[in-house]
Structures are given as structure tokens and as C-alpha cells.
């Protein structure tokens, strides 16, 4: 007896071409890359990886990236939960506006943010001249690599927040008002726990961008080896001067952190799916 | 019997905290966006609108431009046919591994982009495990243009695929099975049917693609070879500029490819809006 296939399933060798297709095409631009990574870091061994790893300026550049991280995630978490409270609960005008000025620092490109900083703080600057007369260092320091990694990190809470709030409406929260709970109770009690996977799916994608980011860090931070090197700057700096397996040890822990971001993410879109925004695009 | 249709009243709100939060907003996105984009939209004023020229208009310049723009093109193209690709087999198709598959196509978004950088240059190197067998039959990719347009479409491709998955996954089977039972081939169907049903994803996934590589940075320049007026990208030429401290000359730079972001993001609004209408 033959087999009926549906009319709208792919002949055979239609699926085991674009199947096929598919797949080499991940293997030659996802898979191998991401393979090269600890295959050289591990070239020698694990020792001499790990010896990299743990001498003073990876570990600087490990410090200062944690570092910018841990002011960076907060400040747009903060920036994330108020904009998507003014946005999803309350009506005005220019909304949408707003909401596209949100994405903005998504579609420019990282060096042109740290450029616009160079512009703001450098010596040629608007404000250079006043903080070199203050002794105020923000090029060059911490600051500015904070405020770049910032800049290229900002809309990643807020965006994933506004969708997901805007479906939930405030009906909710307009209960709980009657109810009599303070402003801050109605957040922590009804809010906080509607969100919380939506709030911790959009801190996951920033975290990883503020210890990745390349190229915006890259203008700021002058490249001061155990001062203001970042983890990223540091495989540059290491690369350009033909330490592969030094700079693929730091590559290779850089992207375990990738790894470890790409699993929780997966966990969460497969477990709590409904609780996140619908659309992803970042 | 007449009814009449009385309004209700408009619920007040009065859910707590909008001027606090919407003054918050305003005040952090202007500190940390707006005003520090301003003085860059300000910069060719500051000086003469002749030095913005002059510097856009060098050889050098135009060269990093074309080669930005035009490698982000045809990388933004290649993304999009792969990524339809991917896209079908991923919601059509059952197979071991496939949620694996899935979250590996995010890998460009996690992994940072220097990492990104250090790997492709290596493995497309004439000593790399693809660059070998390239040079085997006198192929250059790292060093080349070419490195610079693999760099861009390993970038863009989450982009192209992440876009049109779930669009995919809602299109209803019935106008396949309408295009079937009036005899159409399933190439056909696909061709002629699926294709212009997808095609504001398609169109939305290569502006997000082709945004993303015009701007890229991280991942090319250790492939690129950057080579001045041959493998040299805008972004790389801003950062040159700038250690030179020819500041006019890196906003120029700046102002151009924010420009191009504003109309990338206009078009994508116009891409959404008819999206919208066609669903």
C-alpha cells in the first residue's frame, strides 16, 4: 500500500536538500568557529592557558570588566523597569517615539557611540577643557568605558519589559490599588512577580553584551594594559602581539561566559515562554 | 424600542508613579543617548560645512564607506537566503537535535565580538582549517574583502532567522493546501504562495542584518587585513582618525553613518507598519 504524504510536506529530497543546506551552513559559520576558539586556547594544554588566565593583567582585565558590568546592568535595569512602568501603565503622547528613541543605540554602531563620548569628555570636547582644569578623568578610566558599555547596552531590559507589560495591561495593579497597597507594594507584589522571567531573560542578554563589547570600550578606554583593559580588549591587545594561545585562553573563557548565556536564555524560552515577550530579536 | 448608547466614563487612572517613572526615562535616556548624540548631529556646524565635505569626499574615506556599506549588503543578501533556509527547516522539519540547533543561531549575539573577530580570522587564515583548503585551490578570504563580508554574515544571520521564525510558525497551512489542490508543485507553492507571504520578514530580517554589519566593528577588523583603500571598514577608519586626533575628520565619518542608522530605523518603522497591514 503507498503511503499518502501531505500536500504540504516537502518531497524527500527537497527536505534532505535544505536540510542539508541548513546545517553546513551552521557548521561553516557557527560550529567552527566556536570549536577554533578552545581548540587553540588548548593548543599547548590546559596549563599554559591557565597560567595566562591567572597572571596580573588578565586578571585586571577580568576585574574591569566585571566592574563595568556590575554598574552598567544595574543603572539600565533601573532605566529598563521605570520606562516600561511610564510606557505599559500609563497613556501619553509621543509614546511611540519614545519607544523608538529607546531602541536607538541598537541600530548605531559601536564605535560611533564611543566616538560620541570622545566628543563630550576628550580634550577637544565639550566638557574637556572644564574636567582637565577639575582633574576629572572620564576618557581613558573607568567612566567612560562604564559609560560606553552603557550606551551600546541600554535598550536590552527595556525592551524586553515594554512588550511583555503591555500585554499584561494594569488590571492587576488597579485591584491591587483598591485594595488599598501602596505604590511600592503594588510593584513588588503584583508587578515583580509577572514579570520576573521577562526582567531576567532582558539582565541575561545585557550582562552579556557589557563584559562582550568591543568596539565602543575600544575608543574610550585607551587600551592601558592592567589599568583599563577589558577582558575583550585584552584578547585584542594579546592577539596583536602573536600570544594566540594567551589570547584564546582569555577568548575561550569569554566564550564559555557566551555558552552559559545561550543555555540559561534556551531554559527560559523553553520553560517559561509564556511569561517572556513573544517577539526576540537580540 | 430606542436605546441609547451612553458613554461610559473614561476610567480614570490612577495607578501611582507616572511622573517619577516618565521623568526618570527622559532624564537617563537624554544623559546617556540624546545629549551626547547631539554632539556629534552638531559637529559639522561647529566647524565649516566645506571641511565636512572635504573629509567625506577623500579617497580613503569613500573607499571605507563603499566597503562598509556594500560588503553589509551583500552580507545582509546572504543572510536572508540562509536564513529563510534555516527558518523552514528549524519550524517544518522534526529532527534529533533540533532545539540544540536552535539556540546555537544566537551564538552571534552572545559571543563577543573580538572573540567572534579572533576566530573567524584563524579559521579562514591560509594556515586555518577552511583558509587551507582554500588556498589549496588559490582562494583568499581572511586579509581580503572577503574576510570582511564572512565576518558580516556570521554577524547578521541571528537577525535573519530570529525575524522570520515566528512569522513562519503562524502562517496558517490552508493557503498551502489551496495552492496543492489546484495542482501546484510544492516548489511552486513555496515559491509563489509561502515566499510573498514572508516577504515583510524577509525584507525586516535584511534591514536589521544590513544595520548590524554596516556598523560592525569587533568581528572584522582581525579578519579584514584592513588594508587602506582595499579591506578598510568606516568604523576602523573613525577609530584611525581619532588616535591621529583629526577629530573633524572622525565625526564626519560619525555623522554619515548615523544618518544612515536614523534611515535604517525609519525603514524598518515603515517595514513594521506594512507587516501590520498585511496581517
Known amino acids: 500500500m503507498k503511503r499518502f504524504r501531505p500536500a504540504t510536506d516537502d518531497p524527500p529530497l527537497m527536505r534532505l536538500f535544505l536540510g542539508a543546506a541548513a546545517i553546513l551552513f551552521m557548521l561553516l559559520f557557527l560550529v567552527l568557529p566556536l570549536l577554533v576558539v578552545f581548540s587553540e586556547a588548548l593548543n599547548k594544554g590546559l596549563g599554559p592557558a591557565l597560567v595566562i588566565l591567572s597572571d596580573a593583567d588578565s586578571l585586571s582585565a577580568i576585574k574591569v570588566s566585571l566592574v563595568t558590568a556590575a554598574i552598567a546592568v544595574p543603572l539600565n535595569t533601573v532605566f529598563g523597569i521605570a520606562a516600561a512602568w511610564a510606557i505599559t501603565k500609563f497613556e501619553f503622547r509621543g509614546k511611540a517615539f519614545l519607544v523608538t528613541l529607546i531602541d536607538l543605540p541598537f541600530s548605531i554602531s559601536p564605535v560611533v557611540a564611543g566616538l560620541i563620548y570622545v566628543l563630550v569628555f576628550g580634550r577637544q570636547g565639550w566638557l574637556g577643557p572644564w574636567l582637565l582644569d577639575h582633574d576629572v578623568r572620564i576618557l581613558f578610566a573607568l567612566p567612560g568605558i562604564v559609560l560606553a558599555t552603557t550606551f551600546v547596552t541600554f535598550p536590552f531590559v527595556a525592551r524586553e519589559l515594554i512588550p511583555l507589560m503591555a500585554d499584561q495591561g494594569r488590571d492587576e495593579e488597579e485591584a491591587a490599588l483598591s485594595l488599598g497597597a501602596s505604590g511600592f507594594a503594588i510593584f513588588r507584589r503584583v508587578t515583580l512577580p509577572n514579570i520576573k522571567w521577562g526582567l531576567l531573560y532582558g539582565v541575561l542578554l545585557c550582562n552579556a553584551r557589557a563584559l562582550g563589547e568591543f568596539g565602543a570600550v575600544s575608543v574610550v578606554s585607551g587600551h592601558i594594559r592592567g589599568k583599563t583593559n577589558t577582558m575583550p580588549l585584552h584578547v585584542e591587545l594579546l592577539y596583536n602581539n602573536y600570544d594566540y594561545v594567551g589570547a584564546f585562553s582569555v577568548a575561550a573563557l569569554l566564550a564559555l561566559l557566551a555558552l552559559v548565556t545561550l543555555a540559561l536564555k534556551s531554559f527560559l524560552e523553553w520553560h517559561y515562554a509564556d511569561e517572556l515577550a513573544t517577539v526576540h530579536r537580540h | ?279
Open chain 2, 1 to 279: 424600542m430606542s436605546a441609547i448608547a451612553i458613554p461610559l466614563p473614561k476610567r480614570r487612572n490612577r495607578l501611582p508613579g507616572f511622573g517619577l517613572s516618565l521623568g526618570f526615562t527622559l532624564f537617563y535616556l537624554s544623559a546617556i543617548v540624546l545629549i551626547p548624540l547631539l554632539a556629534l548631529v552638531v559637529r559639522p556646524f561647529e566647524f565649516s560645512l566645506a571641511d565636512f565635505w572635504n573629509a567625506i569626499s577623500a579617497p580613503r574615506v569613500l573607499a571605507a564607506l563603499r566597503l562598509s556599506f556594500g560588503a553589509a549588503l551583500a552580507a545582509a543578501a546572504i543572510d536572508t537566503v540562509f536564513g529563510f533556509i534555516i527558518a523552514w527547516v528549524l519550524v517544518r522539519y522534526n529532527f534529533p537535535g533540533k532545539r540544540l540547533m536552535d539556540a546555537l543561531i544566537d551564538l552571534p549575539f552572545a559571543l563577543p565580538t573580538a572573540v567572534a573577530g579572533i576566530a573567524l580570522s584563524t579559521l579562514y587564515a591560509p594556515t586555518g582549517w577552511i583558509g587551507s583548503l582554500l588556498a589549496a585551490e588559490n582562494i583568499r578570504i581572511a586579509y581580503t574583502p572577503w574576510g570582511v563580508l564572512v565576518a558580516m554574515v556570521f554577524i547578521g544571520l541571528p537577525f535573519a532567522v530570529r525575524t522570520l521564525q515566528p512569522v513562519l510558525q503562524e502562517l496558517g497551512r490552508e493557503f498551502e493546501e489551496a495552492a496543492a489542490t489546484l495542482g501546484a508543485t510544492r516548489w511552486q507553492t513555496i515559491r509563489r504562495v509561502v515566499l510573498p507571504m514572508l516577504l515583510p520578514a524577509l525584507l525586516t530580517g535584511a534591514a536589521l542584518a544590513f544595520a548590524r554589519g554596516v556598523g560592525e566593528y569587533g568581528s572584522v577588523i582581525f579578519i579584514a587585513g584592513n588594508l587602506p583603500m582595499k579591506s578598510e571598514i568606516a568604523p576602523l577608519l573613525i577609530i584611525i582618525k581619532l588616535e591621529q586626533f583629526d577629530y573633524a575628520g572622525a565625526s564626519s565619518i560619525g555623522v554619515v553613518m548615523l544618518a544612515a542608522a536614523f534611515v535604517m530605523l525609519l525603514a524598518l518603522n515603515g517595514l513594521q507598519v506594512w507587516a501590520a497591514k498585511q496581517r
